[in-house]
Nanobody
Framework: QAPLVESGGGLLQAGGSLKLSCTFS????????LGWFRRAPGKEREFVAA????????KYADSVKGRCTISRDNNKNTMYMQMNNLKPEDTAVYFC????????????????WGQGAQVTVSS
């Protein structure tokens, strides 16, 4: 089983909201910076958002800034991403990822990955 497991994906209409969750089975959860990436049909995997190990810092891609909020609960080994005002271009498979030391936006900087959760936004 992958150490990271996403949940909360689904099918919804444009303008709707969705909350993705990611649980991390590693007992050293708090040592990792965490991120969300997505892969839209026919495109490369791209950075969406990241949160530092203690939740004190966050960063977002310009495409989701103002519409998404990333957070984590270290007591529950879980990371979240609240997505609002969803657009059809948000349709993608969303992956959570963990990095022991990096604080970046590149896929190679993350050591652990989940299997992905499909989010489909209809117009």
């Amino acid at each position: 089983q992958a150490p990271l497991v996403e949940s909360g994906g689904g099918l919804l209409q444009a303008g709707g909201s969705l909350k993705l969750s990611c649980t991390f089975s590693d007992r050293t959860f708090t040592a990792y910076n965490l991120g969300w990436f997505r892969r839209a049909p026919g495109k490369e995997r791209e950075f969406v958002a990241a949160v530092s190990w203690n939740g004190g810092m966050t960063k977002y891609a310009d495409s989701v800034k103002g519409r998404c909020t990333i957070s984590r609960d270290n007591n529950k080994n879980t990371m979240y991403m609240q997505m609002n005002n969803l657009k059809p271009e948000d349709t993608a498979v969303y992956f959570c990822a963990a990095a022991i030391s990096a604080w970046g936006v590149e896929t190679y900087e993350y050591e652990h990955w989940g299997q992905g959760a499909q989010v489909t936004v209809s117009s």
